[in-house]
């Protein structure tokens, strides 16, 4: 090419997809829509009133105005994109089929964290993105990528499609521009996110593990949103994150499908590790939709550590 035009001083989402991630045309499409998704998502924090919806979802959770209303918003974008065979989410009892012949399969969260919306804390969706049209009976592992949007003070976008897991932010002019790429999470922790803490109470392990990191002095950065607290571990490139069982939620209150399961695939590609305190996460098989998992996810000695106190 003669003569190229100077390239903008930070890459946009299209071309990184295209040119760092070497992602499939097909693959970097759906992650565009999703991507257009989270724009209106982002839009309809900012001005639709909080509040309940006045109905529950198979969780028997309540359900948030703004849950509903995000879960409409990203149906619609992956029925466009004409990409999805199937999706799986949080918001719906059965799995949804769009069209048999499409590529990719998508699991997601569509507003992680949506009770704390009325005290203005980030809150997030999370993406799982499978290859075919089966998602029950497979394991995390299979995604060909996974990637989740951080509504906060920035609305921030963080993607990992097989080579290296990317940040981006959304900009004045409403495109996902690149903040940093290759991320990269190292193996001690100075930071713990410890969620579910009632289980201490039931969960000698988890008590000890607690203690143990209150006794080293650790630094406490907890949200009660993982998709907040999961990429604070990504920005700072250390931290463990937990939510394990006890007797109100025996599995911890995380969902493998949509919540785990992406956050694993992210996280292992940035050099940490997410276990279930015995096995991977990615290693997992997905058997319902509803299946709950103890996560223990971050730097890798650490988790190790972790699951070793745990396990008692
Ligand atoms: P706890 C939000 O509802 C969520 O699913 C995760 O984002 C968060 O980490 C967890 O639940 C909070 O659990 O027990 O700390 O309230």
Known sequence: MKNPPTPPQRASLNEHLYSQ?????????????????????????????????????????EQEKLDVLSDVIIQQ???ESRLVATFITEERKESVELSASAPFSVVFDPLDGSSLVDANFSIGSIFGIYPGSAILGRKPKEQVAALYVLYGPRTILVYGAGNGVHMFLLNDVGEFVLLREYLGIG??????????????????????AVAD?????????????????IHHILCKGQGIFTNVGGSKYP???LRLIFECGPFAYLVEQAGGVASDGKSAILD??????????????GSSEEVENACAVLAG
């Not at 997905?286 to 223990?296: A, E, G, N, Y």
């Open 21 to 61: 991630a070497k992602a499939s045309d097909e693959l970097r499409h759906l992650i565009l829509h999703i991507a257009q998704a989270a724009k209106y998502i982002q839009y309809a924090i900012r001005t639709t009133e909080a509040g309940l919806a006045g109905s529950k979802n198979q969780f028997g959770e």
């Open 77 to 79: 974008h992956l029925m």
């Open 187 to 208: 193996d001690s922790a100075k930071n713990y996110s410890p969620g579910n803490l009632r289980a201490v109470n039931e969960n000698p392990g988890y008590k000890k």
């Open 213 to 229: 990191w209150l006794d080293r002095e650790l630094t406490l950065r907890y949200s009660g949103c993982m998709v907040a607290d």
């Open 251 to 253: 599995e911890g209150k």
């Open 284 to 297: 997992k098989t997905m058997d319902t939709i509803d299946q709950r998992s103890p996560l223990v996810i």
